[in-house]
């Protein structure tokens, strides 16, 4: 009886984790009808549960759940969340509903969700997304300088120097959402690759959208080794000042990541990197590192935490840090600046520059009003003992008299 009562029980538990497993290893895809089925890195998102394949719905679908779906693809940033089945409308179960993500699960399924199956939604409402295809990687890379790499049949490869310059990596930089390009390198700057060369001979005019739109020698076509894999160097995410009070010059700081504006974090927050974000703004120097959201909260994102810049940096993205969107903060620990163009700099270089020299007058007048003073209390005093001796010569010749008479 107890032998049954245990085999009866292990099956219990071999049934329960064979149908909560699967919630960890759904698989994605994306599907444009345009291209006849599946694509690599753009299109309506389906994930297949339960034998068979399945759509999102696109409430409260955003740019955080776009992200997570291109990270489990291998696919590179997310540019867009698509609504309203712009991929055209899929077939079958409508598998998740209200996807809420960070933006840093590894799984789409992992996201808070209503439940598999659980939705209000007709497939007229399916999500998509748009994702880069394209990153940066090697040695010495940041989120906006490195070696380029191109997504294209199922794996990542580099692109070949022949013919690069500056409109190439004016694209790639556009692409990554990183500001202007300020180098194309060649010859393996930031290290060599491996596997694929996708590209060679790239030719852009420096207005695509993305760098595969460029003219080149068709995918996989080249005469190149790794020695000479491309690069870019770009200006880094835009930046701005803004909040209660701010100027050009002087302001919260907050950056643009993945078509949002987004805040930093005042933990660590001095000197040297507001000196990065002046110069990045072409703001002269810092005058002050301002922290405890001096201009005010922001909202959205807080993109940055823990910022260690040497000051030396050409864009605050290169500066050392936790990660995007890696925080342990809120909105009223936004960092702020003071660079010295702003119209606000008046009063912190009266501070630094006069407030001293006040001081030393100050203490210049004071000096001399005690030196009067003492001078004053010495003479007074020798005023005294000198009137006090002539009253004695006075009392003394009456003296004298009073006994002659």
Same mark, same amino acid.
């Given at each position: 009886?107890?032998?049954?009562?245990?085999?009866?029980?292990?099956?219990?538990?071999?049934?329960?984790?064979?149908?909560?497993?699967?919630?960890?290893?759904?698989?994605?895809?994306?599907?444009?009808?345009?291209?006849?089925?599946?694509?690599?890195?753009?299109?309506?998102?389906?994930?297949?549960?339960?034998?068979?394949?399945?759509?999102?719905?696109?409430?409260?679908?955003?740019?955080?759940?776009?992200?997570?779906?291109?990270?489990?693809?291998?696919?590179?940033?997310?540019?867009?969340?698509?609504?309203?089945?712009?991929?055209?409308?899929?077939?079958?179960?409508?598998?998740?509903?209200?996807?809420?993500?960070?933006?840093?699960?590894?799984?789409?399924?992992?996201?808070?969700?209503?439940?598999?199956?659980?939705?209000?939604?007709?497939?007229?409402?399916?999500?998509?997304?748009?994702?880069?295809?394209?990153?940066?990687?090697?040695?010495?890379?940041?989120?906006?300088?490195?070696?380029?790499?191109?997504?294209?049949?199922?794996? &990542?490869?580099?692109? @070949?120097?022949?013919?690069?310059? #500056?409109?190439? =990596?004016? *694209? !790639?930089? $556009?692409? /990554? +959402?990183? %500001?202007?390009?300020?180098?194309?390198?060649?010859?393996?700057?930031?290290?060599?690759?491996?596997?694929?060369?996708?590209?060679?001979?790239?030719?852009?005019?420096?207005?695509?959208?993305?760098?595969?739109?460029?003219?080149?020698?068709?995918?996989?076509?080249?005469?190149?080794?790794?020695?000479?894999?491309?690069?870019?160097?770009?200006?880094?995410?835009?930046?701005?000042?803004?909040?209660?009070?701010?100027?050009?010059?002087?302001?919260?700081?907050?950056?643009?990541?993945?078509?949002? &504006?987004?805040?930093? @974090?005042?933990?660590?927050?001095? #000197?040297?990197? =507001?000196? *990065? !974000?002046? $110069?990045? /703004? +072409?703001? %002269?120097?810092?005058?002050?590192?301002?922290?405890?959201?001096?201009?005010?909260?922001?909202?959205?994102?807080?993109?940055?935490?823990?910022?260690?810049?040497?000051?030396?940096?050409?864009?605050?993205?290169?500066?050392?840090?936790?990660?995007?969107?890696?925080?342990?903060?809120?909105?009223?620990?936004?960092?702020?600046?003071?660079?010295?163009?702003?119209?606000?700099?008046?009063?912190?270089?009266?501070?630094?520059?006069?407030?001293?020299?006040?001081?030393?007058?100050?203490?210049?007048?004071?000096?001399?009003?005690?030196?009067?003073?003492?001078?004053?209390?010495?003479?007074?005093?020798?005023?005294?003992?000198? +009137?006090?001796?002539?009253?004695?010569?006075?009392?003394?010749?009456?003296?004298?008299?009073?006994?002659?008479?």
């Amino acid at each position: 009886m107890w032998t049954q009562q245990r085999n009866f029980f292990y099956l219990a538990i071999v049934f329960y984790l064979s149908t909560s497993a699967p919630a960890e290893d759904a698989q994605i895809r994306l599907m444009d009808p345009d291209k006849s089925g599946s694509t690599q890195c753009y299109g309506r998102v389906e994930i297949y549960h339960n034998n068979s394949w399945g759509t999102v719905c696109d409430d409260d679908w955003n740019l955080n759940d776009a992200e997570v779906v291109c990270r489990q693809l291998d696919c590179g940033p997310a540019l867009e969340a698509t609504r309203s089945a712009q991929f055209g409308e899929g077939s079958g179960e409508i598998w998740l509903d209200n996807v809420a993500c960070s933006g840093w699960e590894s799984s789409l399924i992992m996201c808070n969700h209503r439940g598999f199956g659980t939705h209000n939604c007709g497939h007229d409402e399916d999500a998509g997304v748009i994702c880069s295809g394209i990153r940066v990687a090697g040695s010495q890379s940041v989120l906006c300088s490195g070696r380029v790499e191109i997504y294209h049949k199922n794996s &990542w490869g580099t692109v @070949c120097d022949h013919s690069w310059d #500056l409109n190439d =990596a004016e *694209v !790639v930089c $556009r692409q /990554l +959402d990183c %500001g202007p390009a300020l180098e194309a390198t060649q010859s393996s700057h930031f290290g060599k690759g491996t596997g694929q060369i996708w590209l060679d001979d790239v030719s852009c005019s420096g207005r695509e959208s993305s760098l595969t739109e460029c003219q080149h020698g068709g995918f996989g076509t080249h005469n190149c080794t790794h020695s000479r894999d491309a690069g870019v160097i770009c200006s880094g995410a835009p930046i701005r000042l803004a909040g209660s009070g701010s100027t050009q010059c002087s302001g919260r700081v907050e950056m643009y990541y993945q078509k949002r &504006w987004g805040t930093v @974090c005042d933990d660590g927050w001095d #000197l040297n990197d =507001a000196e *990065v !974000v002046c $110069r990045q /703004l +072409d703001c %002269g120097m810092a005058l002050s590192a301002l922290q405890s959201a001096h201009f005010g909260e922001g909202k959205g994102d807080i993109l940055l935490d823990n910022v260690a810049c040497s000051g030396n940096e050409s864009s605050l993205t290169e500066c050392q840090h936790r990660g995007f969107r890696m925080r342990d903060c809120k909105h009223h620990e936004d960092a702020g600046v003071i660079c010295s163009d702003s119209t606000d700099s008046i009063i912190p270089v009266l501070r630094c520059v006069f407030l001293p020299l006040i001081l030393l007058l100050e203490n210049i007048a004071l000096h001399f009003y005690y030196k009067v003073i003492k001078k004053q209390k010495s003479d007074k005093k020798e005023n005294d003992e000198t +009137d006090v001796s002539r009253a004695e010569e006075v009392e003394a010749e009456e003296e004298a008299v009073q006994e002659i008479e």
